[in-house]
């Protein structure tokens, strides 16, 4: 196994994980019901033994060994894995959906990963987001850009609103806060005509970028594309901006602020942090994520209503957190990732649909409450420079 | 932590067990409905290979299965007896995607039909909320799409024109012969209006609005209550208090049928009416006597009347579904036989673009009369008739005793 | 019109308020034992009711429902519910208490909302048309007509006072409500079981200390705490008459509320509290010009002002976090 771990440790070790990933994930996601399930089982199966012989850290290290090799192939991979699904309409939009997911779910992950702090509520927050899109193309006749700028704003201050309480309280008494929010949110917007009630908003207007459509068929090289690619684009791009942000936020003194409140919030006031400031700090950055997965969301369906930011969404989007990992960005992308696929690959057992992720997260508790890739130890040097701490040598260091 | 381990272990059982259920469960179902999918092929294998595939979309799954899998298994049945029939030289295949009721869910169940590369035609939708979100997924795709239950009156218009046509009557269409009733053949001048907080329940409420201020009238009171409200007493309060003598309930039958047995149990003396939501037999199940008479108007037309009507209805009792016909159940068959005399009319090889100019200008007589669309592609073939709850059952209003001045109405 | 009205409402009223009462006090119960808050009481409460639909069904085929006097039968079917809810406490503390009593109290929220998600999703499933329909012929109709299918919501056998009046049913689902109250009071003050249960929730180490078997007083907890809910679950099916496989999330949440309302720790304050959720709910329907819309909004509204505001609850003391 060591020398597996070594071998990983080369550029080309990371390049061919790189690839390696990308291929399971492009199999997952094209193939049918069963193979697909049966492929990421195996994934997870993998992961989970590989994490206990320590590859799956080891795989990080090399990833911050190797940073600029890892980041060159990543990115050549990511803009050929919109491209390699082509024509497929229907695997392009689930994609699509899964990387919105995604960008929920790293907002979210500041609440609830971070902080500790139980949000019901992300659903709300992409709500705000979505309609703000809706409201701003349909009935004002601006551009979706403005909408995403509008909802930026609102979360800012629904965010705001929603943190107040947890200055006062805390555990149960949040939780419920939250929920009641969502649940509010979703009967308010039923109720009000201005925001299309029940109906919802159709014709949610296209997201274009200098003129280019986003959300159209192109057809480039003799491919017709799905329309959905260009706006993948978009969304990757914003996910790829987004993690990096949740990260550098993560290895900040903020994220550590987070944490220490998440494990003893007395204790970290002593230590003179402004727990107030970084709670409300937690719901703001939050909230402007998942209010711009709302956005993208919006933009995607070109539909919005009630229904689809409701309580259960909420739950979903929990569900992801605590599948893939909380306050780690890769598992959390990862959970959003399998969550969505397992989903939608269920579509023609729905009724069992809600059963099965009440299960999973019942046995991802019990088994695994950390998830499929657990939040690594911090490791500051290895941002920077090559990392000091290599928890796999320690009785080698007298040769060196 | 061993204890830990077990109970995941059980847990973890239990979740194979139930997928061994769910994936037996799925293809009995499967087997209940003539599987298009299975069984078309060998049936058509005399013609060589050609299939040409019909996206068929409802929610068969999630709080409306029951409409929406009768349709599917209606829309099906249509579809098996075409291919048995040997007058097409292709075999026709039914992509059947569940929508859950849920938009983004049958957004995506559209965009995996028309990826499709086979596919010429979509047939969708018993919730106006779903349509809304895959009308654009059909019309930037231009595949043509035949709605035959969502009733919202925007969804056919000049923008979705002709990409977008629709088989069944609108919610306005169905309130004019309910308000008409009620209204103006039996007088009832006092009307509350109570409805369900979906699109359904307003559209509904709009209708009947414009119905009673087009006779001079005004509600006496609107009441919308969230969906799954199980407690009415409140409401039953406030329509006691205003002294009405109707009450026009505007959604679905779960909370028609409890606002009907406690309006019962509270002695509210009203006549209770509604719309094709309520017309099923939950209805009768969950009233019991409080659901007595109940006056529903149910579009179309009374289907025994008519020969081919009453061959319908034979054929699917013989098929032997487990769920019944429902309100819209003729409508989904009636929207397959429109498609296939559509693609009938397309040839040896149909195209989307072929289907979509059939079907505007297609004129076809199936169960219920004979269908054209108008210049927004709304159907011209609008009937509608009321049916009453008679010694619990449903009757058609017209035979029943009601009709005859055997039983009265409350409320008089 | 006004007090007329008023008058007219206060039944209805206080039934809401009866419903939500006894989920509460499951709640404080659970919460006062083990300082966690199982969030599936609305479920348990839903999985007695459809207990009770269950073996009525099945009682009513095997020909014993119409052999057996009212009460007996009554008596009967609470005691299969009863046992079948303090089962299943049993198993959400196995399942999703236990594992988490070391770590953080998010942990055990999130697992019992998961298990609640299981509880009805199994009950959604058992429950489907063939059941249904066996169950649905029992109770309404003499011979089974096909069923529709799908999830549709269950009828509830009428066993208060079938042939009475709404007001004679009122009556005895207040008087069950308050002997239970009594019994749960004479219990918690005299009882030897219910003075040691009242010392875990003051401090558990120390009742350790005093020789009180902890694992014993939990476990009896979740019994007391399933044949309460199981109760909730007969009284909310038969003031309804109809039942939801999904409607015991909205129901546990409520019941949440009006726990939180009361403040946590106290069985008095989930009386105060559910009262006080079901006097909103109600008057905000029946004497607003349109306001049924506007109940669930205001009722939320009622629960945020309250735990911003005065988080201890009405009846409760107010904690200093200790370092």
């Known amino acids: ?400 | 932590m061993k204890k830990n381990r077990l109970i995941a272990i059980l847990m973890a059982i239990l979740m194979v067990a139930m997928f061994a259920v769910g994936c037996n469960a799925a293809p009995s179902t499967g087997a209940e409905a003539p599987s298009a999918g299975g069984e078309a092929p060998s049936a058509g294998g005399a013609k060589g290979d050609k299939v040409v595939k019909i996206g068929f979309l409802a929610p068969i799954t999630g709080g409306n299965a029951a409409e929406g899998a009768a349709a599917r298994n209606a829309f099906v049945l249509a579809i098996d007896q075409a291919n048995a029939s040997g007058e097409y030289p292709y075999a026709i295949e039914v992509i059947q995607i569940d929508d859950q009721s849920k938009p983004e869910v049958g957004a995506a169940g559209a965009q995996k039909i028309v990826s499709d590369p086979d596919v010429v035609v979509a047939s969708g939708h018993w919730n106006s909320g779903v349509a809304e979100a895959t009308i654009p997924v059909f019309k930037e795709n231009e595949i043509p799409m035949l709605i035959w239950g969502a009733i919202r009156e925007n969804l056919t218009s000049v923008e979705n024109y002709p990409w977008i046509t629709r088989s069944a009557p609108t919610d306005v269409q169905e309130n004019i012969p309910l308000a008409k009733a009620v209204l103006d053949d039996m007088a009832y001048d006092k009307v509350f209006i109570v409805s369900d907080l979906t699109s359904y329940g307003e559209g509904n409420t709009t209708a009947f609005t414009a119905e009673l201020a087009s006779r001079g009238l005004t509600a006496l009171g609107v009441e919308k209550v969230q969906e799954g409200t199980v407690d009415f007493r409140p409401i039953i309060q406030k329509i006691k208090d205003s002294g009405a003598n109707c009450v026009y309930w505007g959604g679905v039958v779960t909370e028609g049928s409890m606002l009907k047995s406690q309006m019962f149990e509270e002695q509210v003396d009203a006549l209770f009416c509604g719309i094709s939501g309520n017309y099923s037999q939950d209805f009768l199940k969950i009233g019991a006597e409080a659901a007595e008479g109940a006056l529903i108007v149910k579009p179309g037309v009374v289907l025994s009347s008519t020969p081919a009507g009453s061959k319908f209805v034979a054929d699917y009792e013989a098929a032997g579904f487990s769920e019944p016909i429902g309100a819209y159940t003729p409508y989904a068959y009636e929207a397959a036989l429109i498609l296939l005399n559509c693609l009938k009319q397309c040839g040896d090889a149909p195209t989307p673009e072929a289907m979509r100019d059939a079907i505007i200008a297609s004129s076809t007589t199936g169960i219920m009369g004979t269908t054209t669309f108008n210049e927004i592609g709304q159907t011209t073939n609008v009937a509608a008739y009321l049916n009453v709850v008679q010694d619990g059952d449903w009757a058609v209003y017209d035979d029943s005793a009601y009709a005859s001045g055997a039983k009265a109405f409350p409320g008089k | 019109m006004g007090l007329e009205r008023v008058v007219n409402l206060l039944p209805g009223a206080v039934m809401m308020g009866c419903t939500y009462t006894l989920v509460a006090i499951g709640y404080c119960l659970f919460f006062g034992v083990l300082d966690v808050v199982v969030f599936c009481c609305g479920d348990i409460a839903m999985f007695g009711a459809f207990g009770i639909v269950g073996a009525y069904t099945i009682l009513y085929s095997a020909g014993l429902i119409q052999a057996l006097p009212l009460v007996v039968m009554v008596l009967l079917l609470l005691l299969i519910a009863a046992i079948l809810c303090a089962a299943l406490g049993l198993v959400s503390y196995y399942v999703s208490i236990k594992p988490f009593e070391k770590s953080s109290t998010l942990m055990p929220l999130l697992s019992t909302i998961a298990l609640g998600t299981v509880i009805k999703e199994v009950l959604g499933l058992v429950f489907q048309p063939v059941v249904n329909g066996m169950a649905q012929a029992a109770i309404n109709v003499p011979d089974p007509k096909s069923v529709v299918g799908g999830r549709n919501p269950q009828g509830m056998p009428h066993l208060i006072a079938p042939t009475g009046t709404t007001m004679e049913r009122n009556l005895i689902i207040i008087a069950i409500m308050v002997v239970i109250l009594m019994a749960l009071f004479i219990f918690l003050n005299k009882t030897k079981m219910g003075l040691s249960m009242q010392a875990i929730s003051q401090n558990r180490e120390l009742a350790f200390m005093t020789g009180i078997d902890v694992k014993r007083i939990i476990l009896t907890t979740f019994l007391i705490g399933g044949v309460l809910l199981s109760v909730g679950g007969f009284v909310l099916g038969n003031y309804q008459s109809i039942i939801r496989f999904d409607g015991g999330t909205m129901y546990g949440i409520k019941g949440f509320s009006a726990a939180v309302v009361g403040g946590l720790k106290s069985t008095w304050g989930a009386v105060i509290g559910g009262m006080l959720l079901g006097f909103v709910e109600v008057f905000a329907a029946g004497l607003l010009n349109g306001g049924t819309q506007w109940q669930n909004i205001i009722a939320f509204l009622v629960i945020i002002v309250f735990i911003i505001f005065k988080p201890e609850g009405i009846i409760g003391e107010k904690t200093v976090e200790k370092v």
């Open chain 1, 1 to 400: 196994m060591d020398g597996f771990k070594k071998s990983l440790d080369t550029a080309l070790g990371v390049i061919l994980c790189n690839i390696v990933i990308a291929v399971l994930v492009h199999l997952i996601i094209v193939m049918e019901f069963v193979p697909s399930m049966i492929i990421m089982v195996a994934v997870v199966g993998i992961i989970l033994v590989l994490d206990r012989f320590g590859v799956v850290n080891a795989m990080f290290d090399a990833f911050i060994h190797h940073k600029a090799v890892a980041i060159i192939s990543g990115v050549i991979l990511l803009i050929a894995s919109p491209i390699s699904l082509g024509s497929q309409n229907y695997a392009a939009h689930i994609t699509t959906t899964a990387i919105i997911y995604m960008i929920a779910c790293l907002g979210l992950n500041f609440q609830m990963g971070s902080t500790d702090m139980t949000n019901f509520a992300p659903a709300a927050f992409m709500g705000v987001g979505a309609y703000s899109v809706a409201l701003c193309t349909v009935k004002l006749g601006w551009s979706p850009w403005v909408g995403i700028l509008i909802g930026i704003l609102l979360s800012v201050l629904f965010g705001l609103v929603m943190g107040l309480p947890t200055l006062k309280t805390k555990g149960y008494y949040l939780s419920l806060v939250t929920m009641a929010m969502q649940l509010a949110f979703t009967q308010v917007i039923n109720i009000m005509p201005a925001l299309g009630g029940s109906n919802g908003i159709p014709g949610v207007g296209r997201f274009t970028l200098f003129g280019l459509e986003l959300y159209k068929r192109y057809t480039v090289a003799g491919i017709r594309f799905a329309p959905q690619i260009p706006y993948m684009f978009m969304c990757l791009a914003f996910l790829v901006g987004l993690t990096y942000v949740a990260m550098r936020v993560y290895y900040s003194k903020s994220g550590l602020s987070l944490n220490t409140i998440a494990q003893d919030d007395i204790a970290a006031n002593c230590m003179g942090i402004n727990v107030s400031r970084q709670k409300l700090f937690a719901f703001v950055i939050g909230g402007i994520f998942c209010s711009i997965a709302g956005s993208l969301f919006a933009g995607l369906d070109s539909y919005v209503g009630p229904e689809t930011y409701s309580f259960s969404k909420s739950l979903m989007l929990i569900c992801m957190l605590i599948l893939g990992g909380m306050d780690n960005s890769i598992g959390i992308i990862a959970g959003a990732f399998l969550l969505t696929i397992i989903s939608e690959k269920l579509r023609d057992v729905a009724d069992f649909q809600q059963l099965v992720y009440g299960l999973i997260l019942v046995i991802m508790l019990i088994v695994r409450p950390n998830g499929i890739i657990p939040k690594r130890v911090r490791n500051y040097c290895g941002i920077t420079k090559r990392s000091v701490v290599r928890p796999a040598e320690p009785q080698k260091n007298p040769a060196e």
